[in-house]
């Protein structure tokens, strides 16, 4: 469909990043018309340590791999002076900066067939009888369905349930040059309620601090603390970080689907609760909205048959993550210990990146793993 003022899409969506262009793509391969809102303009910057799980590899295209900066074979936890890594055969996630990956993820929405409008913040949107108007610098348009795909503070989520305060976490990022070709990515539970990362890329690593409470007096003291206590972060001292937000899983959370509007990515605060991943679950929530609608136009469901995949695919293991998360961050000392007397868990963990299990299936082995090593069972077969 040619750009132009009062068009009507089949789908307009709000917020080109991850979540919003793969959703535009498959709409688009679908034969839907698109319409792509982004306020910003591509490629843009994007505070986030830009980790990709290995599992979302098979959700995208293979000239992915053109864009990664680093294959992550080697995770290393760290608390103070102790370590306990954890190493796989193959990549359990892959580095990329998000400015790339970004624009990447938009062009081939673009290819596809999606109308992107970039530098084009919104205004509005209400809901009518034929479905959405959304109001923006270029004018009004209308479409069948609106997607909120405009991260955790989006115009969208806040007006279709005001009521509703996600729970946001808070980080402080840089990217910095390294001289050292780090291999591993780091993990260092010293923060207090939180984590500090090191992601190596190909010419520096990005560097940062997360708290998961989301209440901190002095969040540049955390991220000063963790550039003195890590050897490879010296060269990110005089580099100021980013703020930004990260909306965390929480329970309770309100439908996905409110009439004839969803909610992807970050802007339905579905962020992995543990250690904050998103961007799987913004790629995967962006294609089964799609999918959702794409049925709904052939008469063969309903849009809110995407909340209900939503909450049967994600929600358990983010609850169990939840519950993971709680103990290991108000304990990180335990934690470190117990990995260490049990490296097996390690790789059960590694496994989960590389989609070989759940979170909640992960649980179960390790539960039985520390029951097989403590209460013995005799073979009384035979």
């Known amino acids: 469909m040619s750009s132009g003022m009062n068009m009507h899409y089949d789908v307009i969506i709000i917020g080109a990043g991850p979540a919003g262009s793969a959703a535009a793509t498959a709409l688009a391969r679908q034969g839907r018309s698109v319409l792509l809102l982004e306020k910003a303009a591509h490629p843009r910057h994007k505070s986030c340590g830009g980790g990709l799980s290995a599992r979302l590899l098979p959700y995208l295209d293979a000239d992915l791999k053109e864009i990664v900066e680093r294959e992550v074979r080697k995770v290393v936890f760290l608390l103070r002076k102790k370590e306990v890594s954890g190493s796989s055969a193959e990549p359990v996630a892959y580095l990329v900066r998000r400015d790339r990956f970004d624009a990447y993820l938009a062009e081939k929405a673009r290819k596809a067939g999606a109308e992107i409008v970039e ?11 034929e479905g959405v108007e959304v109001q923006s610098r270029r004018g009004p348009d209308t479409a069948s369905f609106l997607m909120g795909a405009d991260g955790a503070a989006g115009r969208v989520a806040r007006k279709l349930h005001p009521d509703w305060k996600k729970h946001l976490a808070f980080a402080l990022e840089t990217e910095v040059p390294l001289r050292n070709k780090e291999e591993a990515v780091w993990i260092d539970l010293a923060v207090p309620r ?13 560097i940062g601090v997360a708290d998961f409470k989301g209440k901190v007096p002095k969040p540049q003291a955390l991220y000063s603390d963790f550039l003195g206590r890590h050897p490879l972060s010296s060269e990110a001292g005089s580099v100021p970080p980013n703020g ?12 996905l689907v409110k009439g004839r509007v969803l909610l992807i990515g970050d802007a339905g605060g ?6 904050g991943e998103g ?17 709904a136009f052939a008469g063969r469901g309903e ?13 358990p293991d983010f ?21 260490r007397l049990h490296p097996g868990a390690v790789d059960l963990y590694l496994g989960i990146l590389r989609g070989e299990r ?12 520390f029951v097989r090593k403590f209460i013995p069972f005799k073979n009384t077969a035979g």
């Open 279 to 295: 961007i799987f679950y913004a790629v995967r929530s962006g294609q089964m909205a799609a999918e959702a609608i794409g049925a």
């Open 270 to 275: 579905l962020v992995d609760p543990l250690f």
């Open 119 to 129: 530098n084009c913040p919104v205004r509005d949107w209400r809901e009518t009888p």
């Open 244 to 255: 930004c937000t990260i909306p965390i899983y929480r329970s309770a959370a309100p439908p």
């Open 303 to 315: 849009a809110t048959s995407y909340d209900r995949a939503v909450r049967e695919t994600f929600y």
């Open 358 to 369: 759940t979170y909640c299936q992960f649980w179960k082995e390790v539960q039985w793993a």
């Open 194 to 206: 939180g984590y500090g990362w090191i992601f190596p890329k190909e010419n520096g690593a990005a």
């Open 319 to 339: 609850e169990r993550a939840a519950r993971m998360a709680k103990w290991i961050y108000a304990f990180p000392g335990l934690y470190l210990e117990a990995i």
